[in-house]
């Protein structure tokens, strides 16, 4: 029950709060309102009876009207010329049944009153058929009614809780158009100075700062990319001049700068891609990117390609360019003999190898930053751990995926929206 109260919405949440409420409201209302209309329409009845039974013991206790008991049908009534004959009132000396009444539906009241002639019992009946009748009435409204005010209260409270949730679907809407591109909006602030207004004005204060924090980010980025860039460029340099002179030190060197280089380059995409820049994107043949970089790496290795013609996404070529070199050279640091590179219609890329394979429990963890599988170490002449990483995190820029493919070879599958 928890667990699908959890799935509704506000609005459905509290229009069924309110109706409930109501609902046992009105029922206990209903219960008190039928208990108290019984009792004063009982009280009524008893008292019309009383009025009858009190007007004939007035008349009988006058002294100069002389009473006449007349005897018939076994009963004994009051027929002197004061006394009216009422057939919901009896006249009866004491010790003598009179006529036998009905007792269901009426209510009785009974006293004895002295006269000249000697005790008489007088007893009234009232009828309680309209009080039925006025019973029955209020539960035909009830049962009308009742139903009818529960769904007009559950109709108004939709139509308010709808009416006060528009601010809210208006900061969700906008909330889930900005991304870390465009920073700079704003959700709309209600005019009512309400929770509602507080949210909005908190969310705005949330987004100053988290846009601070970008642009702070991206000036660091900024630096931190002339910073490295300018030194390493300069100790290459550098190397390179002196390599007549100790040629086997310089080579050694040079190759622990390119590392550091390609390092600092990969770190560097990494913040941008994290900063979420804008990607420069026009429409870009993927086969041909694919079948263009795997003749550029091809004599190091037979690649099988398997293209589809004309698959066309819309992307960043530079960008999809380094996913499919990042995804060539982990297949190439590890392939035994053969590499496959498959496209197929719906814009999915497969890189398959015939290397040792990656462990299930691994198929994740080799997405994440400097890490490298053991088995990896080994054989990895220069990577960082980070290629995998990059290719994924443009990937998802780009409204992708990348992950280690269910199969027997390693497959790394890289899913595209086509065109």
């Given at each position: 029950?928890?667990?699908?109260?959890?799935?509704?919405?506000?609005?459905?949440?509290?229009?069924?709060?309110?109706?409930?409420?109501?609902?046992?409201?009105?029922?206990?209302?209903?219960?008190?309102?039928?208990?108290?209309?019984?009792?004063?329409?009982?009280?009524?009845?008893?008292?019309?009876?009383?009025?009858?039974?009190?007007?004939?013991?007035?008349?009988?206790?006058?002294?100069?009207?002389?009473?006449?008991?007349?005897?018939?049908?076994?009963?004994?009534?009051?027929?002197?010329?004061?006394?009216?004959?009422?057939?919901?009132?009896?006249?009866?000396?004491?010790?003598?049944?009179?006529?036998?009444?009905?007792?269901?539906?009426?209510?009785?009241?009974?006293?004895?009153?002295?006269?000249?002639?000697?005790?008489?019992?007088?007893?009234?009946?009232?009828?309680?058929?309209?009080?039925?009748?006025?019973?029955?009435?209020?539960?035909?409204?009830?049962?009308?009614?009742?139903?009818?005010?529960?769904?007009?209260v559950a109709v108004l409270t939709?139509?308010?809780?709808?009416?006060?949730?528009?601010?809210?679907?208006?900061?969700?809407?906008?909330?889930?158009?900005?991304?870390?591109?465009?920073?700079?909006?704003?959700?709309?602030?209600?005019?009512?100075?309400?929770?509602?207004?507080?949210?909005?004005?908190?969310?705005?204060?949330?987004?100053?700062?988290?846009?601070?924090?970008?642009?702070?980010?991206?000036?660091?980025?900024?630096?931190?990319?002339?910073?490295?860039?300018?030194?390493?460029?300069?100790?290459?340099?550098?190397?390179?001049?002196?390599?007549?002179?100790?040629?086997?030190?310089?080579?050694?060197?040079?190759?622990?700068?390119?590392?550091?280089?390609?390092?600092?380059?990969?770190?560097?995409?990494?913040?941008?891609?994290?900063?979420?820049?804008?990607?420069?994107?026009?429409?870009?043949?993927?086969?041909?990117?694919?079948?263009?970089?795997?003749?550029?790496?091809?004599?190091?290795?037979?690649i099988f390609l398997e293209i589809?013609?004309?698959?066309?996404?819309?992307?960043?070529?530079?960008?999809?360019?380094?996913?499919?070199?990042?995804?060539?050279?982990?297949?190439?640091?590890?392939?035994?003999?053969?590499?496959?590179?498959?496209?197929?219609?719906?814009?999915?890329?497969?890189?398959?190898?015939?290397?040792?394979?990656?462990?299930?429990?691994?198929?994740?963890?080799?997405?994440?930053?400097?890490?490298?599988?053991?088995?990896?170490?080994?054989?990895?002449?220069?990577?960082?751990?980070?290629?995998?990483?990059?290719?994924?995190?443009?990937?998802?820029?780009?409204?992708?995926?990348?992950?280690?493919?269910?199969?027997?070879?390693?497959?790394?599958?890289?899913?595209?929206?086509?065109?």
């Amino acid at each position: 029950m928890k667990a699908l109260v959890g799935g509704w919405s506000l609005r459905v949440r509290a229009t069924v709060v309110a109706t409930l409420v109501v609902a046992v409201a009105l029922a206990a209302a209903a219960v008190v309102l039928t208990g108290v209309l019984r009792g004063s329409l009982v009280r009524s009845a008893t008292d019309q009876a009383s009025l009858r039974m009190t007007s004939v013991m007035g008349h009988l206790a006058v002294p100069a009207i002389p009473v006449t008991p007349a005897v018939g049908l076994g009963t004994t009534t009051a027929t002197n010329a004061g006394v009216a004959l009422d057939p919901d009132v009896q006249v009866l000396r004491p010790g003598v049944r009179g006529e036998s009444w009905t007792q269901e539906g009426y209510i009785f009241v009974t006293e004895t009153v002295d006269t000249k002639s000697g005790p008489l019992v007088v007893s009234a009946r009232a009828s309680l058929q309209p009080t039925e009748q006025a019973l029955a009435a209020l539960r035909t409204l009830l049962i009308f009614g009742i139903p009818a005010l529960l769904l007009l209260v559950a109709v108004l409270t939709w139509l308010f809780m709808s009416k006060a949730l528009v601010p809210v679907s208006g900061i969700t809407a906008k909330l889930a158009d900005i991304t870390a591109r465009d920073l700079h909006q704003r959700v709309p602030v209600p005019v009512a100075r309400d929770e509602i207004n507080a949210l909005a004005r908190t969310v705005n204060a949330t987004l100053d700062r988290l846009e601070t924090a970008v642009e702070h980010h991206k000036r660091f980025v900024a630096d931190a990319a002339h910073e490295l860039r300018s030194p390493i460029a300069t100790l290459r340099t550098r190397l390179e001049l002196g390599e007549r002179a100790a040629p086997e030190l310089a080579r050694e060197s040079l190759t622990d700068v390119t590392r550091l280089q390609t390092i600092a380059a990969d770190l560097l995409l990494l913040a941008r891609l994290d900063a979420g820049e804008p990607l420069r994107t026009e429409e870009v043949d993927l086969g041909q990117l694919a079948t263009e970089e795997a003749l550029r790496l091809h004599p190091q290795m037979p690649i099988f390609l398997e293209i589809a013609p004309d698959v066309l996404v819309k992307g960043s070529p530079t960008h999809l360019t380094r996913v499919i070199t990042n995804l060539l050279g982990n297949a190439l640091r590890h392939a035994d003999s053969t590499i496959t590179v498959r496209l197929t219609a719906d814009a999915t890329l497969d890189v398959i190898d015939d290397g040792p394979g990656i462990p299930p429990e691994h198929r994740e963890s080799v997405f994440d930053r400097f890490t490298r599988l053991d088995e990896a170490r080994d054989r990895d002449a220069g990577g960082a751990g980070l290629g995998l990483a990059i290719a994924r995190e443009i990937a998802h820029a780009h409204g992708g995926t990348l992950t280690v493919a269910d199969t027997s070879a390693t497959c790394l599958r890289l899913r595209l929206k086509p065109l």
